[in-house]
């Protein structure tokens, strides 16, 4: 496993969501988000993605870890923590203090993150999202 500072393709990006049972994404949107990720790494082996995040953000104040995929059978080999560290060391460097880094972790993998600093918020101020369609 060899792990790279860059985008996955669009095609890349929309076969590993697909492995793991995400929505399918418009094209050109996806293309648009990709370009402007202000950190992207995959991991590739035998140049085939297998696994992929980003920090996505104002640059300033907020930034999101998004997309945190890697392929089903690759799981559990430590990828996903590979990627997370390599993300999390952009942060340190580009994130001043007070900057508000977070993430949405799917159900039951809140413990995951916890290592890398993260904490559930209070179930009195919960997250919200939607998804146009």
Same mark, same amino acid.
């Given at each position: 496993?060899?792990?790279?500072?860059?985008?996955?393709?669009?095609?890349?990006?929309?076969?590993?969501?697909?492995?793991?049972?995400?929505?399918?994404?418009?094209?050109?949107?996806?293309?648009?988000?990709?370009?402007?990720?202000?950190?992207?790494?995959?991991?590739?082996?035998?140049?085939?993605?297998?696994? #992929? %995040?980003?920090? $996505?953000?104002? =640059?300033?104040?907020?930034?999101?870890? !998004?997309? /945190?995929?890697?392929?089903?059978?690759?799981?559990?080999?430590?990828?996903?923590?590979?990627?997370?560290?390599?993300?999390?060391?952009?942060?340190?460097?580009?994130?001043?203090?007070?900057?508000?880094?977070?993430?949405?972790?799917?159900?039951?993998?809140?413990?995951?993150?916890?290592? #890398? %600093?993260?904490? $559930?918020?209070? =179930?009195?101020?919960?997250?919200?999202? !939607?998804? /146009?369609?």
């Amino acid at each position: 496993m060899e792990l790279k500072h860059r985008s996955p393709t669009v095609e890349e990006y929309r076969k590993l969501r697909s492995l793991v049972g995400w929505w399918d994404t418009d094209e050109d949107a996806t293309r648009s988000a990709l370009n402007n990720s202000l950190s992207s790494v995959v991991a590739t082996e035998r140049d085939t993605v297998i696994g #992929f %995040g980003r920090v $996505a953000g104002d =640059g300033g104040l907020y930034f999101y870890i !998004q997309d /945190l995929i890697v392929h089903p059978e690759y799981r559990s080999k430590g990828i996903g923590r590979a990627i997370m560290k390599e993300l999390m060391a952009y942060l340190k460097t580009n994130a001043k203090p007070g900057s508000y880094i977070a993430l949405m972790a799917a159900k039951g993998l809140q413990k995951y993150y916890e290592p #890398f %600093g993260f904490e $559930a918020r209070y =179930g009195d101020a919960p997250g919200m999202y !939607q998804v /146009l369609k």
